[in-house]
């Protein structure tokens, strides 16, 4: 809705004033931290020129939005904001991670998510441990476990591999499980080893998805210790798109990745 504000070229004000809610609101639905009525959005659309088709597409996304989702209920132990991450991760078509010092949520196994937890600055309770393993299990279930799961491609650095969170054990589990998922049609996993040296990627790891209609533009997330930062904007979007395919360009291949990964098992 942002977008489409700003290629009409319509002030902030004006709209609002239009679809009969505040600015604030606006913004709010803008941002992704409220969930718009399907009227609201109905009027947006048509202040804004779009036509029927997008319209349909944008006013029934409305009306899912106002659905709770599954995930609603751990938000008080997500970073905030992650919900919004949650909820595009179950439409995209396509999900593609780098990550240089973790293994990416959707690939860690239960060990490695508590061993994670426990390391975090303040250590949760139990019963929050459990919701943690919980609630990333219950992602990977309902994306590695469909019927038609997203296309995912995952670059993982060699350091979080040798990193040995949780000890030797977990870690032997955490790679064993990894090379056995590497092996999945629609998952393309590659390590970038410690050889291919500085690359654009050094400052930090970031999600990009991609949905399978045209008017739902990609996304890429980036996450830090209080929060997340989504960028939307086009330009910012194909930065992240140029720097992952030098990224799997640099990595090893996926049958050499699979082949590191029992080598660093062997090893511990």
Not at 32 to 47: M, W
Not at 52 to 74: C, M
Request: proline share 6%.
């Amino acid at each position: 809705m942002r977008q489409l504000r700003r290629v009409t070229k319509k002030p902030r004000e004006e709209a609002a004033k239009y679809a009969g809610i505040a600015p604030a609101t606006l913004s709010r639905i803008e941002a992704a931290t409220h969930a718009p009525k399907p009227a609201d959005i109905l009027a947006l659309c048509r202040f804004y020129g779009v036509d029927e088709e997008q319209t349909e597409i944008l006013v029934t996304l409305a009306r899912q939005s106002r659905q709770r989702g599954w995930w609603q209920r751990y938000g008080d132990i997500m970073v905030p904001g992650f919900e919004v991450y949650v909820g595009l991760e179950e439409e995209a078509s396509e999900l593609r991670s780098y990550l240089p010092s973790v293994v990416d949520g959707l690939l860690q196994t239960p060990g490695y998510i508590r061993a994670q937890s426990q390391a975090s600055l303040v250590t949760p309770e139990e019963s929050e441990l459990e919701r943690r393993v919980a609630i990333r299990v219950q992602r990977q279930e309902r994306l590695l476990g469909a019927e038609d799961p997203p296309r995912m491609w995952t670059i993982l650095h060699e350091g979080a591999l040798r990193t040995q969170v949780g000890g030797a054990e977990v870690m032997r589990e955490q790679l064993a499980y990894l090379h056995e998922v590497s092996s999945l049609n629609f998952l393309t996993l590659q390590v970038l080893p410690f050889t291919a040296g500085a690359h654009p990627a050094m400052l930090t790891g970031f999600h990009t998805l991609e949905f399978p209609h045209p008017a739902d533009p990609g996304v890429t997330y980036i996450e830090y210790e209080t929060g997340g930062v989504y960028l939307e904007q086009p330009g910012e979007v194909e930065v992240y798109a140029r720097i992952f395919d030098q990224l799997r360009a640099r990595a090893a291949s996926p049958d050499d990745s699979r082949k590191l990964l029992e080598d660093i098992r062997r090893g511990l």
